[in-house]
């Protein structure tokens, strides 16, 4: 049926521990390459393929397609590179998650917490598919693992400028990634942790509380453990920033992924007991320019309101008055420490709720919908440590009625009138 359809097909024959990488070209979403597996077994970023079952992937994607015991596997369509390698860090990989798996079991038998983990590297080393390939190994053999996402610039699991936390409860979907169902979310407004490190700090620290509560409540949350997927700057404030993280998770386990300097200055820097590891990136890694990124992080937003492949979403549009909403940007533009009142200090600057005037410069910026509405002064001072509830797109403002027109998943009325602004705008194309 190829054939009929029109696709060029084309065979693989991969031996054992080798992998076939390719690339569907980026472009107007025409472009599409189906994987079918033949013989053999074969699974991609550590999610098992089903045989004789057509697996679709869209325009940017690039994909390893590994095996261990060796499988033959068919290409429909042309992708922009197709190649087999016998040279991945698979192995690595496999023993780093044995490791990991021991560590749960010893936790289950000593009634104690199984490993947090924290994956940290530059960017394009490949951290989000260490991360995935861990969880999707670790819930293949029962466990319940956590994943964080601290990657504001590229989140997995929300819009970017989030940080968040998901419960996994099976392997990734092979075409779709984790199937992402009441995860916990709070907001960052940007997409570098640089613009308000400590708020992101904060933010780390926040999520850290938040699984540490769980896993005292729920056994298998606490034996599965968490994997940590970080941010790629990892000099400076960014550097700081890891280190916070590890102390606020109490990480056991830290992956440095190809960046030997990192590695020492983790291994420096981090008590003792920290188990740091250095591991080789898989050369099938594919480099993204900020052309790229970008537009990742504008379909990430699309997908949020518009749905993905076979799951259509239709959002609303409606009109908010100026008068029902609170719109607030958490930190105020860092002040010479000889200017600031007496009794400040910077930190209450970044962590600071500045109320936004609505104007026309609003237009096009996502909004995050707090879950805490601003009734008193301990809320509105919950309200930067509060998860979000939602996010929508401010599409027109007008400022002679004083009404925005906004996006929105959920039809009005807003489910709360506390919205935090955020650096990222999107020009709706739909
Ligand atoms: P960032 O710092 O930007 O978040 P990252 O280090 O998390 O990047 P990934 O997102 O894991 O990097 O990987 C970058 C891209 O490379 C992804 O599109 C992923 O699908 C692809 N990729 C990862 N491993 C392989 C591989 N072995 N073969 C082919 N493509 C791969």
């Not at 569907?24 to 053999?40: F, M, N, P, Y």
């Not at 002064?377 to 009625?401: L, N, W, Y």
């Not at 602004?421 to 194309?429: A, G, N």
């Amino acid at each position: 049926d190829a054939e009929a359809s029109g696709k060029v097909c084309t065979r693989f024959d991969l031996e054992k521990e080798t992998e076939l990488r390719f690339e569907v070209e980026a472009g107007d979403g025409s472009e599409q390459v189906e994987l079918e597996l033949i013989t053999g077994l074969a699974e991609v970023f550590g999610s098992e393929l089903n045989r004789n079952k057509k697996y679709t992937f869209g325009p940017g994607s690039k994909i390893a397609v590994f095996t261990w015991q060796g499988c033959t596997v068919n290409l429909y369509g042309k992708p922009e590179v197709a190649y087999v390698s016998k040279d991945t860090p698979m192995l690595l990989y496999l023993n780093t998650h044995a490791a990991l798996e021991q560590m749960r079991k010893q936790a289950e038998r000593d009634n104690e917490r199984g490993p947090r983990v924290m994956v940290v590297g530059p960017t394009d080393v490949g951290k989000s598919t260490v991360c995935r390939l861990l969880l999707s190994y670790a819930v293949r053999v029962g466990r319940r693992p956590t994943l964080v996402e601290l990657d504001v610039g590229q989140s997995g699991v929300s819009v970017p400028g989030t940080v968040s936390a998901l419960c996994i409860e099976r392997p990734a979907d092979v075409e779709e990634g984790f199937s992402v169902q009441a995860p916990l979310v709070y907001h960052f407004g940007s997409t570098t942790p640089g613009t308000n490190i400590k708020l992101y700090n904060k933010l780390t620290s926040c999520l850290a509380e938040v699984f540490s509560q769980r896993c005292e409540v729920n056994r298998k949350a606490s034996v599965g453990g968490c994997i940590i997927n970080t941010c790629g700057w990892v000099k400076g404030s960014g550097y700081q920033a890891l280190v916070h993280c590890a102390s606020t998770f109490q990480v056991d386990v830290v992956l440095v992924l190809d960046h030997e300097r990192l590695y020492n200055e983790l291994k420096r820097d981090l008590p003792h007991f920290v188990r740091v590891v250095l591991l080789p990136k898989s050369g099938g890694v594919v480099e993204r320019s900020k052309e790229c990124r970008r537009e990742t992080r504008d379909e990430k937003i699309r997908e949020y309101f518009y749905g993905f492949r076979g799951l259509s979403f239709f959002p609303f549009s409606f009109e908010v008055r100026f008068s029902d909403v609170r719109i607030y940007k958490i930190g105020a533009p860092s002040i010479p420490d000889s200017c600031l009142p007496l009794g400040m200090s910077q930190d209450d600057t970044q962590l600071k709720l500045v109320p936004v005037t609505p104007g026309r410069d609003l237009t096009y910026h996502v909004l995050s919908v707090s879950s805490v509405d601003d009734g008193d002064e301990d809320a509105r001072k919950s309200i930067v440590e509060s998860p979000v509830c939602g996010f929508i797109v401010v599409t027109h403002v007008d400022t002679q009625t004083q009404v925005m027109k906004v996006l929105s998943p959920a039809p009005r009325p807003l489910p709360r009138h506390t919205l935090l602004i955020m650096d990222i705008r999107f020009m709706d194309m739909k």
